[in-house]
């Protein structure tokens, strides 16, 4: 940043001071485009009713920072700048109230739109003293002794208008688009008959730049927050994230129940699917689903099921390990094959398959990626968590005339990290 450079028994000069205020608002201008880019961005004015609550509307403190030329007109002696563009900040430190009225036909609403923009302005007229190189005993009032005042302040602030759509039916009334070189903030909607504004009447508009999350709400290191889902449910994006990292599991197949003679095989292993998620809105709510191992067989001659799939919203999923088309609940020897697989990832891997049955022995269940296989038992043993096909059941007596229960897959997850 630019520092002014002044000496011992040097003339001062107008153009130290002014030229010291403007490097400041241009090493300020371009720390904002650092931190925050080059969009306008607006933070608190704040839009809330009037207390008691009355038809106007009352704007709070707040900023926007916008692209701007450094200085259309002069500044003092400074002549104008109006080629480069930093990012300046208009900043209202009081309230504005705006006042409303109601559209004057029964059934009807009619929608108003506050917009706002970057405002410089030249204001402040003081009437100053200047020296009298003539007489230095003399001082002069004004420019040449003319008692004029002069502006002393270049101010920039937040230009609020509140700009009224065409009362319409209520329902189909339209809200007015922003003027050229403002930004919607709010829209407020009024019905026929109303004499209070409310909170409820006051949505702020889509597109709107206020800053969705501050530092403090910034989460250092590679993965700050974690949360695991085993069963169906939301994630609700954290303030100040705008990203997500998501691994998706999905649940493997369960296992026949052997038959007399006949071990059954394993169940295969769900995929599995790992991506990066951005362009996240903080609050926004996601929906996870997650699949259910799938059924084993029954001795008594229920049938063993596929896993179910698993995902995080329509972004990223996983299905379950399959069952083998040839193995059923009278042959079930033949191992459960292809697994699951991954849809949608940064990378998409798919389950192992699993084992066929061996002699009296069951086959081993298969593996969902980054989790393990599952050893046999004389019954069928449960899928290893996560995703990971049941083992299929062996058989016992001393003809190997006893069948026994296969197995459920393991159920699928989902981790979110951020």
């Known amino acids: 940043m630019d520092r002014n450079i002044v000496y011992p028994g040097s003339i001062p000069l107008d153009t130290d001071l002014l030229s010291a205020n403007k490097n400041a608002m241009v ?104 020296y009298n190189a003539s007489n230095p005993a003399q001082s002069f009032s004004g420019p040449s002794n003319s008692g004029s005042p002069q502006n002393t302040m270049r101010m920039q602030r937040v230009q609020l208008q509140l700009k009224p759509g065409l009362p319409g039916n209520t329902g189909s009334q339209l809200t007015p688009s922003a003027d050229s070189g403002w930004i919607g903030l709010y829209q407020i909607t009024v019905s026929y008959g109303q004499t209070q504004i409310t909170l409820a009447n006051i949505v702020v508009v889509p597109t709107a730049p206020f800053l ?55 169940g295969s292993g769900g995929g599995y699917a790992r991506k990066l998620v ?70 998409n891997f798919v389950g192992s398959a699993g084992q066929a049955g061996l002699s009296s022995q069951g086959g081993l269940g298969g593996a969902s990626p980054i989790g393990g296989a599952q050893n046999s038992g004389t019954t069928g043993v449960v899928g290893s968590f996560p995703g990971g096909g049941a083992s299929g059941a062996g058989t016992g007596g001393a003809s ?3 069948a026994f229960n296969g197995a459920p897959g393991g159920g699928g997850l989902v981790v979110v990290r951020w």
């Open 27 to 130: 090493g300020l201008g371009f720390l904002i485009q650092a931190v925050l880019g080059t969009s306008t961005v607006a933070d608190g004015l704040a839009c809330q009713p009037t207390n008691p609550s009355s038809m106007s509307i009352v704007i709070g403190p707040g900023s926007i920072a916008q692209l701007g030329p450094v200085d259309i007109l002069a500044y003092g002696s400074i002549p104008p700048d109006p080629t480069d563009l930093i990012m300046k900040m208009g900043i209202n430190i009081g309230s504005a109230t705006f006042a409303l009225a109601a559209p004057p036909s029964a059934g009807q609403s009619i929608n108003y739109l506050i917009e706002a923009s970057l405002q410089e302005s030249d204001g402040t007229p003081v009437v100053l003293p200047y």
């Open 212 to 266: 969705a999350w501050k530092l403090p709400a910034l989460r250092p290191g590679v993965a700050s927050g974690v949360q695991s889902f085993s069963s169906n449910g939301y994630f609700a994006v954290p303030t100040g994230v705008m990203q997500v990292e998501v691994e998706v599991w999905g649940a493997g197949s369960g296992s026949y129940a052997s038959v007399p003679g006949l071990a059954s095989g394993g």
């Open 278 to 347: 951005t362009g996240l809105t903080p609050g926004q709510l996601i929906s996870v689903t997650i699949g259910s191992g799938g059924p084993g067989g029954t001795a008594s001659g229920g049938a063993a099921g596929s896993g179910g799939t698993s995902s995080f919203g329509q972004i990223v999923s996983a299905t379950g390990g399959s069952l083998n088309y040839l193995a059923t609940v009278g042959a079930p020897e033949n191992g459960a094959t292809p697994g699951g697989i991954g849809v949608g990832g940064d990378v």
């Open 400 to 402: 190997g005339n006893v």
